[in-house]
């Protein structure tokens, strides 16, 4: 079982920035993490992902603005969100993926960018 915990976010203004963090806890290897979204009356979809070998992936509604990046030992995952718009207002979520196949998810964190 893997527990993940998930900080930051928050109220910012448009064009400001916001780091959202997660640390999953177990000791099963990692295949993924990565930060989903989920704004007022539109579907979940993914932000960005990153793979235990660093490879990265992001929707091309961030591409350019938000980075993400672990830590060594490849269970914390950080969102860094510069240049915030209106439109990336909602409920972030980490996901990770294990090596089995399991998945799990963050109790979620709201993003609200005030324009």
């Known amino acids: 079982q893997v527990q993940v915990a998930e900080s930051g976010g928050g109220l910012v203004q448009a064009g400001g920035s916001l780091r959202l963090s997660c640390a999953a806890s177990?000791?099963?290897?990692?295949?993924?993490m990565g930060w989903y979204r989920r704004a007022p009356g539109k579907p979940r979809e993914l932000v960005a992902d990153?793979?235990?070998?660093?490879?990265?992936s992001y929707a091309d509604s961030v591409k350019g603005r938000f980075t993400i990046s672990t830590d060594g030992n490849k269970r914390t995952v950080r969102l860094q969100m510069n240049g915030l718009k209106a439109e990336d207002t909602a409920v972030y979520y980490c996901?990770?993926?294990?090596?089995?196949?399991?998945?799990?998810w963050g109790q979620g964190t709201q993003v609200t960018v005030s324009s």
């Open positions: 990153i793979t235990r070998l660093g490879s990265t």
């Open positions: 177990g000791s099963t290897p990692l295949a993924t």
């Open positions: 996901n990770v993926k294990t090596v089995l196949a399991s998945e799990f």
